[in-house]
């Protein structure tokens, strides 16, 4: 899993140095593809089945999008904060990592949201390595994001990954009933994507009618970060950092 996970790294640190004004979405996606088909690595996301498949290799959600988001012939602007999301699997194992990237210079309120939505990632992984069960590091990541007044997205958590991208357990950002019925041990050989997703606003998202694209209903901005990591003797390791 370590080989897919660097691959999404190398990924990721790709997308890092397009990331400008003037570039679109279109384009991040196709160097994106490019890069997995030198690799050998099969893209996750193109085909994933919907209403109508997922048509391409990255979701690009672009300041109110929350995730799943289309590229297309949308060009970043100066101020845009764009979430990159995508996936690999190589030799039979599967890697996923998204993160929000600021376009130029952004709005206080977008820099802080960052801040938070980075943090909330970095929290998750250091209490797993110090929690028996999940739920105790919902908590956490839960109580983070209220502390500094911004939302947890509730309609999408992270997941179980391995030889798919999607395996159980559910892995949500924020405690509920549910979760603690489907609470689980943070055991060694556990893979988990932890994904928060924060809302500047309201938690609540709607579905655009391209079927995929995900928005704040209060069109306020929204931030992504992903990391796959898998439990060990030693604690969380990150797959997708690219070490
Ligand atoms: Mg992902
Ligand atoms: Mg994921």
């Not at 309201?202 to 694209?213: E, F």
Request: charged share 25%.
């Amino acid at each position: 899993m370590r080989s897919a996970g660097r691959v999404v790294a190398e990924a990721h640190r790709l997308v890092r140095t397009l990331i400008a004004p003037g570039i679109t979405t279109a384009e991040i996606d196709l160097a994106v593809e490019r890069l997995f088909e030198q690799r050998g690595a099969q893209p996750l996301f193109k085909g994933v089945p919907g209403k109508v498949p997922f048509p391409a290799v990255c979701c690009i959600s672009v300041n109110e999008e929350v995730v799943h988001g289309i590229p297309g012939h949308r060009a970043l602007q100066a101020g845009d904060i764009v979430k990159v999301d995508t996936g690999c699997r190589l030799d039979g194992w599967c890697g996923d990592s998204a993160w929000t990237y600021a376009v130029g210079e952004v709005s206080e309120e977008c820099r802080e949201l960052m801040r938070v939505g980075q943090e909330n990632l970095e929290l998750a992984i250091r209490e797993m390595g110090r929690s028996e069960r999940w739920s105790q590091v919902a908590e956490k990541m839960e109580s983070h994001v209220r502390d500094s007044g911004f939302s947890v997205v509730e309609q999408f958590v992270g997941h179980g990954i391995g030889r798919e991208m999607h395996e159980d357990p559910q892995v949500p950002n924020f405690v509920s009933k549910q979760l603690l019925r489907q609470d689980f041990r943070l055991v060694p050989g556990l893979v988990l994507a932890i994904e928060p997703m924060v809302n500047a606003g309201g938690k609540t998202v709607r579905i655009l009618s391209d079927h995929w694209t995900v928005e704040t209903r209060d069109k306020r901005p929204s931030v992504h970060f992903e990391h796959t990591v898998a439990m060990t003797d030693q604690g969380p390791s990150i797959l997708t950092d690219g070490s």
